[in-house]
């Protein structure tokens, strides 16, 4: 069974701090896509990452893939109330389209 | 944004009557995707389906069926729903390396 899971899985901070979110697996991925969600609304997608060592900017945000395709980070610099959200990993372990799998969740809330 | 839409966006039912859900893309996507989201469990994949009339079981499919009759039309079906299938379920285009999902449906079994 693949798992993956994220920490921590509840973040309060304070506007401007900085801060990182982790997935972790012991099983090797094919490719790795970060998701933010808000209340009543679909995940959306930021980021997907494919490569092992891969780091992705999106303002922010940086992304980053584990050389051994295992784990990812997502680190949030200067974070604000805008950031505020659900983030969600999910992993791809090849073969068919269902083999994608999501971790539970960061819940994030940054307060002005 | 994909243009994903589910209907209806929230529904209460009883135990023991059938449920049909019902996902809309405008995005001529070949694959389609069914999600429930619970408290505790994350996104859990129900069915997919990978064309007209293809469909495959996800990891939580017991208790739900799917129908795929045209390309921009995905249904999912609670044939007798319980209480365990209350949730929120999203529907999802894209490979996966890149899913785009639809607003959610929240269902409450009662």
């Known amino acids: 069974t693949q798992l993956l899971e994220q920490s921590p899985q509840f973040l309060s901070i304070q506007e401007g701090e900085n801060l990182t979110v982790y997935c972790n697996s012991s099983?090797?991925?094919?490719?790795l896509q970060w998701y933010r969600q808000e209340p009543g609304e679909g995940p959306v997608l930021l980021v997907t990452v494919v490569t092992g060592g891969e780091v992705k900017k999106l303002k922010r945000l940086t992304f980053q893939f584990g050389d051994a395709r295992k784990d990812s980070s997502l680190h949030i610099t200067a974070a604000q109330p805008g950031d505020t959200g659900l983030y969600l990993c999910?992993?791809?372990?090849?073969?068919?389209?269902?083999?994608?799998?999501f971790g539970k969740g960061t819940k994030l809330s940054v307060k002005p | 944004d994909a243009g994903i839409t589910q209907s209806p966006r929230h529904k209460v039912t009883e135990t023991g009557t059938p449920v049909t859900l019902r996902c809309h893309q405008t995005e001529n996507h070949r694959y389609m995707y069914w999600y429930r989201q619970d408290p505790g469990h994350g996104l859990r994949l129900i069915h997919y389906?990978?064309?007209?009339?293809?469909?495959d079981k996800g990891e939580v499919s017991d208790g739900y069926s799917v129908s795929r009759s045209k390309t921009e039309d995905f249904l999912l079906t609670l044939e007798s729903a319980t209480s365990s299938q209350t949730s929120v379920y999203f529907c999802?285009?894209?490979?996966?390396?890149?899913?785009?999902f639809g607003p959610g449906t929240r269902l409450t079994v009662t």
């Open positions: 099983s090797v991925f094919s490719s």
């Open positions: 999802a285009i894209g490979q996966t390396y890149e899913q785009y």
């Open positions: 389906s990978y064309g007209v009339k293809d469909t």
């Open positions: 999910a992993g791809f372990y090849g073969g068919s389209q269902g083999n994608l799998i």
